[in-house]
């Protein structure tokens, strides 16, 4: 999965519909550092993220692994929302610490 | 899923004919801030999309997923025509600006 | 699918077996602008290209929706041969100019 | 699969239900070499993995042929502990000698 | 499928149990000139391949559709050894000059 943080929302009226009541989202990739690694991608929300959000995007087919998105074209999907991780023996990220 | 500007279209003759009567677009990719990133695509149109729209691209299997392209050699669908985009609280895309 | 040029021919006699008969090509990406992007890729030949013919290669598991490619190991199969794109109101490619 | 080094741990506990009690891992890419390319991942672990460990990463739609990630929205798996690697007569990597 | 030089072996005792019994072989990326690209994989040997014999990869799902990889976490197999390769008028490969 690739980490990244929400940072806005994409609106498309004319679209598949077996897309209808997505929420899309932009997402920044982020490395295990917390920076940003300059790549980005609009993924489906499965979980409630919201903007400001660090979360994990599974992308290709495991886009398709969840209810919202089953049999979709969808190759990108918000599947959790990150409480914190560590790195070495550092907390490099902790949701709490952003609010 | 990937941003994308519709730049131009693409015709060919001789193909699997499982892709018979699809139209083909070249797609620019772009970034949260609207900027072009450089990489570029040739998908399916599943959406009526046209020239200087801007669009959602869906890559892979997911690519598939929609009647137009469901088991064709095709790994790039236009799925989706973007209405606009915010990133943080500004808008950074509208398509009536575009008009 | 990627945009191509067919620049040359593999041979491999020792192979999955399924891979039997079926025709290995070099193709170099081109972008929009019909140029170079430095990438290049290995693909099966399903609609008999030849070298110097632009091509659109389809990847993944897109690659085994043919009939020459179905189940085998294949990620990469030309699926198209191209007659001409524009890209806003410029023909940036056609085959007859080629010939 | 990707090479690479287990450096961190991630902990989310909004997320899809499928993923529940999987442990998530952030992997440092390694080269034939050893050396960290710059690339790194989320992956989850179906191995027992621990911090500092040299795994093998599958990605993609092959992340989810484990027990542990069956039908669930993950594109990345640690399925394998490397024990060591040659590269020409050289031996590049063994975990003894990280103990 | 990307071309590649096999360059070394990997060992990996705690795995998968599906993976039991496979080779894994770290392979270098090549273009089509037969320089590397610098990008390189450890992929499953379906075809008794060995150090230094330049060969395809499937990545993927493809890398699936071997009897060796069916249904197990492996993204990336070797599923050809080449013999020789053409680009324009100009043999670049041949593997009778290497031995």
């Known amino acids: 999965m690739n980490m990244g943080k929400v940072v806005g929302t994409v609106v498309a009226t004319r679209k598949e519909p077996s897309m209808e009541g997505l929420r899309l989202m932009w997402v920044r990739h982020l490395n295990e550092q917390g920076e940003e690694t300059g790549g980005q991608v609009v993924a489906v929300d499965a979980v409630g993220a919201g903007p400001g959000e660090v979360v994990l995007v599974a992308s290709g087919s495991s886009a398709r692994q969840t209810e919202a998105t089953?049999?979709?074209?969808?190759?990108a999907v918000i599947m959790a929302i990150v409480d914190h991780w560590e790195v070495g023996d550092r907390?490099?990220?902790r949701k709490d610490q952003e609010a």
Not at 70 to 75: E, F, L, Q, T, W
């Open 70 to 75: 089953d049999k979709r074209p969808c190759d």
């Open 91 to 93: 907390e490099v990220y």
